[in-house]
């Protein structure tokens, strides 16, 4: 009998309610923690990070030099293959005797010889007048901004656009401030890179002739320094959709504040190929080097009536996806390209002259047209009222005309209805009536 007793279990130490409460504070605790080193922390200093990000573009140019070297080496062995395997000539074909060729096409030799322009000795040079010029088109446009909203337009439109995901409710822009500084340029300075945009290697005394053998163009660069506010707010919600429509709606607000800039800008021009049966128009390119600085100002509000204030790591994020858009669109080895229309004189472009004395007459008559129709309305609306008596505003109908007033006669019952003659008239006469003259009614 005794051993078929079974030995006692051993009880758990630990109850159902105390596994429950030491679940939810372990829970506790790592939502805390994750509040305050993950949102709440503190976020590394500007200069460690702008340090950290030139480290990572640096390293993304070198590797772009890298692969188009080797591009480049694998290119001309193939190309030095294929001319020894060809050994049949190549037929030409004839040109046309009737228009004589020009001068040839210069060289990037020939125009710095023609411009006396020393690659190697040339200072760089100060756009003083540039900016003068750039601060006059900014000062433009700001002045048009404000009284046009077509810029605010563009921006809502592009905010709520069909990119805008799911979770998020309509962006409103709430402020928009375009500065008031300008950008200065400066430095600038002419340097001949190759067809790639890679600059010649330093030290090395420029060979015009090698240069136009190997493709290369000249590219202009300068020196952009802005330090400015440029303000953008923005409000919109975010939408918790799941397990239902709108299960939960947090209010977000976020403004974006460019602080500074400073970078160079290079720019070249890719000139059109006439020989081409498709040829493109002249282009311009543009690109930032590797090397710019460029500091926001984040704020940022959550909530409806616990708000959070200036959250860091909405800071962060914010600005890195900022970087990472300009990044991949102006920041070497990407560029900007613009088609540059055609400089040639057309007669639909010209102004001035016999176009302006026309035009002032054109509206000249305009005006005098529009005066004639203004008067026929007020006639018309006279008529409509019964009335042949001209409106308030009728008493002056034409400026180029005579000024004619019209000047309102008493009736006679007012004269009547008097309590007594005006001063200087006569018994029974009419007030304001010229002595001498009876105004007497017959019986």
Not at 75 to 83: F, L
Not at 155 to 170: I, W
Not at 239 to 266: D, E, H, I, M, Q
């Amino acid at each position: 009998m005794a051993q078929d007793v079974c030995p006692p279990r051993a009880e758990s130490t630990l109850s159902f309610t105390q596994g429950l409460i030491l679940g939810q504070l372990s829970v506790v605790l790592i939502l805390a923690a994750f509040i305050k080193f993950f949102i709440f922390g503190d976020p590394p200093s500007p200069d460690v990070t702008a340090s950290l990000r030139a480290t990572e573009r640096r390293a993304r140019t070198l590797a772009h030099k890298k692969s188009l070297l080797s591009l480049r080496t694998t290119t001309a062995n193939a190309r030095q293959s294929s001319q020894q395997q060809a050994s049949h000539p190549t037929l030409s074909k004839k040109k046309s005797s009737v228009l004589r060729s020009g001068p040839p096409t210069l060289t990037i030799g020939a125009i710095l010889e023609k411009t006396y322009y020393k690659v190697d000795s040339h200072q760089p040079e100060s756009l003083d007048w540039f900016n003068v010029l750039v601060a006059q088109t900014i000062a433009q446009f700001r002045s048009d901004a404000q009284h046009d909203d077509a810029i605010l337009n563009s921006l809502t439109k592009a905010l709520n656009g069909s990119v805008r995901p799911d979770f998020l409710d309509e962006i409103k822009v709430t402020e928009l401030t375009l500065g008031e500084d300008f950008p200065i340029f400066s430095n600038c300075r002419i340097i001949p890179v190759d067809e790639d945009g890679l600059a010649f290697p330093p030290g090395k005394a420029f060979d015009a002739n090698m240069a136009t053998r190997e493709g290369a163009r000249l590219q202009a660069r300068m020196d952009v320094d802005l330090s400015d506010m440029i303000t953008l707010a923005v409000e919109t919600k975010m939408l918790l959709n799941y397990p239902k429509r709108l299960t939960a709606v947090l209010p977000v607000a976020l403004s974006v504040s460019v602080v500074r800039f400073s970078g160079t800008l290079s720019i070249s021009f890719q000139p059109s190929n006439p020989s081409e049966s498709n040829s493109a128009p002249t282009r311009m390119k543009f690109t930032f080097l590797d090397d710019y600085r460029l500091d926001f100002s984040i704020r940022s509000l959550l909530g409806s009536r616990s708000r959070l204030q200036d959250v860091p790591k909405i800071a962060q994020l914010v600005e890195s996806r900022l970087h990472q858009w300009f990044d991949n669109r102006c920041v070497e080895p990407r560029f900007q390209e613009i088609a540059l229309p055609s400089m040639w004189p057309r007669k639909k472009n010209t102004r001035g002259g016999d176009d302006t004395l026309a035009d002032v007459m054109e509206r000249s008559m305009s005006k005098a047209k529009g005066a004639d129709i203004s008067r026929e309305l007020r006639e018309e609306a006279a008529k409509d009222r019964g009335d042949n008596r001209p409106s308030e505003g009728d008493f002056r109908l034409d400026r180029d005309h005579e000024a004619l007033r019209y000047r309102r006669r008493p009736r006679a019952e007012d004269a009547f209805s008097m309590s007594g003659p005006m001063p200087g008239s006569m018994p029974g006469s009419m007030p304001g009536s010229m002595p001498g003259v009876s105004m007497e009614v017959p019986p």
